[in-house]
């Protein structure tokens, strides 16, 4: 769209006018004295003052509509000023007032910490979600709680992950508006609470329409007590406080091991019961007292099921608060929900002692114990046999089986990935399957292209909207399709390549800031950011960096291509070996960063943090994205998608979407390695790390490096205790159950290949430039139109 330069100009002013207003009402201060923060604090509110009466009338609309509800113990939304100010087109404008100002829109962008609602993958497809559906116009509500402290900030000491308190809004946050006129009353046995929602609003690109992020956080339900404290039992009255303030304290850490924490459940009963009081409330005000069309109008996602337990909850609305038959409330209850599975370890399953239910909440469990007993009943009739019954059933072995719960009842199960579906659906889930097969449906997760390439890499939107002749790409990512053939382009080529070189030395200037260390912008970067975890082994990458490096040692003239390795991951506070393989990596930096040979040759990195505002300058920097999970378990994997949307070639295992991303760009365009899923159950019989190794030339000096004193853990236990994982079964768990040693080989061997096709230097950029081109199903719009059409048969609304 042309605008004129006079209105340009007057969309700028209007923009300075609005900063220091906000400035003078929010700090009582000229803009002139203004910090950094409260400049940043004035132009949020800017921009929630542009969007406030698109925002209410949005709701409105959406209101008498078929609606979706996406329910999710995380958002990992992270920053929202820049954001909001490309969807918005404002970007430029408050580019341009900021510098009239005298200030530097950059600067005051990195004064917002980030919203880390969330761990990683699971929480930041939420988010991704959330921005496709405002995007599209669709009528979708995210629900969730207001974690007073999100993920921990992480900093590594003597090589060590420390973990602190994310304090993200504790200053102020202009994001978050609260709703005190739609609080609710939460019941527990031994605790009743106020849920007090806080609205975030979820701007879209090129759109009116403003969704909503609904986040609740506990206020006590009493008055504070003031005889208690009358009578100098201050102490007491607080404690009460504290026990309300704790439910919504903080986020869990963990991410696919499962914890049966007492508040953890007291958390997801927290915010899914507020949230379901919410709908039937707005329900009831649109459509009339009446709840028997309550499924024609609503649709309720279960992201994982952390929220699943609103099965019951929304039984326990209709029959006993609403009067209605069990049948009826049965069969509204089962159109509503929808789950989606983001895991086929077995370990991260919920399963919640039968004892912490009766404790918090005996009616909800008599609700699931009918619930269970339904079932029983109705398996019976199908004629399965007692013990498979037994096996399938809710409530077994004294817990309640939260994904059996979610699968009974709820009308459709879905998998993030096509081969995840596919191992859910014949392994995972299979006896289920076999009874309601039409349930099951695959939905390929995708990524916003606005967050992961609009707005974390302008330098390379500029260059496909001028090749394209216009910026459709931002919400139609096939569009970039029409671009492939340009491969063969030198000219666009060097193009390509010189804004990849610009955002390496982002990175570079960014690591050196941050870590202190210098990287070399025309090394091969090679990136693996992720959780820490055992399944996504980035222990198997740092084998093969010592190996590397023990190569070079030997062979210093040999002539090689010059790598930067570069990590980053959070492990949860209480998993002991993950936390080792991070100090292993830092100790890893360390031996090759000092080593005045090595260092010539290859250098390591871990960032320390990670989190989504690191993401967005560490994703447009990759040439080269790791994604090297044992074949099986990574149920999808998001960043393997945002590396791929700027142009990096994936290194990884044929695991779940990576086999996907081959599909789409071709195997000329991606490095695959290492074992098959489906070879997995015949290797188990006679897989012996051992022979591994012993015979893999190079491979015992790597991992004997844990144990020998080449590396040290202080005396932590760490690093023998890797080393025993690899080498050693215990009576729990056979020896390298990840099958690191297994793929070794394989993985050095395609490092070698990599390294060859990165000396073509315009051959790489091409196989880089086909990545982009093919990153079109990838876009979250594609997932969520899926989503939309296929399960939650709501259509767009434009206000
Ligand atoms: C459960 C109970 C108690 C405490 C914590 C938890 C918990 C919290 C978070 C369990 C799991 C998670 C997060 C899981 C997750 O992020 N899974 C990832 O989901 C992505 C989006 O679908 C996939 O791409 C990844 O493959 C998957 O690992």
Redesign the pocket.
């Known amino acids: 769209m042309e605008k004129s330069i006079e209105s340009e100009l007057s969309q700028k002013d209007e923009i300075i006018d609005k900063i220091k207003l906000f400035i003078r009402a929010g700090s009582a201060k000229r803009s002139e004295q203004a910090t950094e923060f409260e400049k940043w604090m004035a132009l949020s509110r800017t921009v929630v003052e542009r969007m406030a009466t698109n925002w209410q009338d949005t709701r409105t609309t959406y209101s008498t509509m078929r609606q979706a509800h996406y329910f999710s113990?995380?958002f990992l939304v992270g920053r929202s000023l820049v954001n909001n100010l490309v969807n918005l087109g404002m970007f430029e404008d408050a580019k341009a007032a900021i510098s009239e100002m005298g200030g530097s829109l950059a600067e005051i962008e990195e004064q917002e910490n980030d919203a880390a609602l969330g761990?990683?993958?699971?929480?930041r497809?939420a988010a991704c979600f959330l921005d496709s559906c405002a995007t599209l116009n669709l009528p979708v509500t995210g629900y969730g709680i207001m974690y007073r402290f999100g993920l921990f900030r992480q900093e590594i000491e003597y090589g060590f992950q420390k973990e602190y308190p994310d304090t993200w809004k504790e200053k102020g946050y202009p994001w978050l508006i609260r709703r005190d006129e739609l609080r609710v009353k939460i019941h527990y046995d031994d605790l009743d609470v106020f849920a007090t929602p806080s609205d975030l609003p979820i701007t879209g690109y090129g759109t009116n329409n403003v969704n909503t992020l609904r986040l609740w956080r506990a206020e006590p339900a009493q008055e504070f007590d003031f005889n208690l404290f009358n009578s100098q039992r201050f102490d007491a009255a607080v404690i009460e406080r504290n026990r309300v303030n704790d439910i919504w304290r903080v986020l869990?850490p963990?991410?696919?091991?499962?914890?049966g924490?007492v508040l953890?459940i007291r958390q997801q009963y927290f915010f899914v019961s507020a949230s379901l009081q919410d709908i039937v409330r707005e329900h009831k005000a649109f459509h009339g007292d009446t709840l028997g069309n309550f499924a024609q109008f609503h649709s309720v996602q279960l992201n994982?099921t952390?929220p699943a337990i609103g099965i019951p909850e929304l039984m326990r609305i209709l029959t006993q608060e609403n009067n209605m038959d069990w049948d009826q409330a049965w069969l509204i209850t089962k159109n509503t929900f929808a789950y989606t599975n983001?895991?086929i370890l077995s370990e991260?399953l919920?399963k919640w002692d039968i004892g912490i239910f009766q404790y918090l909440f005996k009616d909800l469990y008599h609700i699931i114990e009918r619930i269970n007993d339904q079932f029983r009943s109705e398996m019976s009739s199908l004629g399965l046999a007692q013990d498979k019954i037994d096996m399938l059933s809710p409530i077994g072995e004294g817990k309640v089986r939260m994904a059996w719960l979610a699968i009974y009842g709820s009308y459709s199960i879905n998998g993030?990935a096509k081969l995840h579906t596919q191992i859910l659906e014949s392994h995972t889930l299979n006896a289920w399957y076999k009874i309601w097969p039409s349930k099951f449906s695959n939905k390929t997760?995708g990524v916003t292209p606005r967050r992961w390439l609009r707005t974390c890499n302008p330098e390379l939107s500029a260059l496909l909207t001028q090749l394209l002749g216009n910026d459709k790409w931002i919400t139609n990512l096939e569009e970039l399709k029409k671009l492939q053939h340009l491969e063969s382009d030198p000219a666009v080529m060097e193009k390509f390549m010189a804004i990849k070189q610009v955002k390496k030395q982002q990175l570079v200037d960014f690591i050196y800031k941050t870590e202190g260390i210098k990287l070399d912008p025309n090394s091969l970067f090679d990136i693996q950011i992720k959780?820490l975890h055992e399944y996504k082994r980035q222990l198997l990458n740092a084998l093969s960096i010592l190996d590397l490096y023990f190569d070079i040692k030997d062979s210093p003239d040999k002539p090689r291509v010059m790598r930067s390795f570069i990590f980053g991951a959070k492990a949860a506070p209480g998993y002991f070996r993950a936390k080792g393989i991070i100090k292993l990596i830092n100790e890893i930096v360390n031996l090759v960063n000092n080593d005045p040979i090595a260092s010539k040759l290859m250098k390591v990195v871990f960032v320390h943090n990670y989190n989504v505002s690191s993401a967005e300058i560490l994703f447009p920097a990759a040439d080269v994205s790791e994604q090297i999970s044992t074949a099986g378990l990574?149920?999808?994997?998001?960043g393997n998608m945002k590396f791929m949307l700027n142009g990096a070639v994936t290194h990884g295992t044929y695991d779940?979407?990576n086999v996907e991303i081959v599909e789409a760009v071709g195997w000329d365009n991606a490095f695959i390695f290492g074992e098959r899923v489906e070879n997995f159950p015949a290797i188990r019989g006679y897989y012996n790390p051992r022979w591994q190794y012993e015979n893999i030339p190079g491979l015992k000096r790597a991992v004997d490096a844990l144990v020998d004193g080449t590396l040290n853990d202080q005396g932590a236990g760490m690093f023998q205790d890797i080393f025993n994982s690899l080498l050693y079964g215990t009576i729990v768990q056979e020896a390298d159950v990840y099958y690191i040693l297994g793929d070794f080989a394989d993985y050095r061997n395609s490092r070698k290949i990599l390294d060859q096709a990165y000396l073509d230097r315009m051959g790489f950029a091409r196989k880089c430039w086909i990545n982009i081109c093919s990153s079109g199903v990838f876009s979250s719009d594609r997932t969520i139109m899926e989503y939309a059409n296929d399960l939650w048969k709501i259509t767009s609304a434009k206000i």
């Open positions: 113990a995380e761990n990683g993958g699971l929480g497809l869990y963990n991410d696919t091991t499962y914890e924490k953890r994982d952390h983001h895991t991260a919920e993030v997760n959780r990574e149920a999808s994997g998001t779940g979407a």
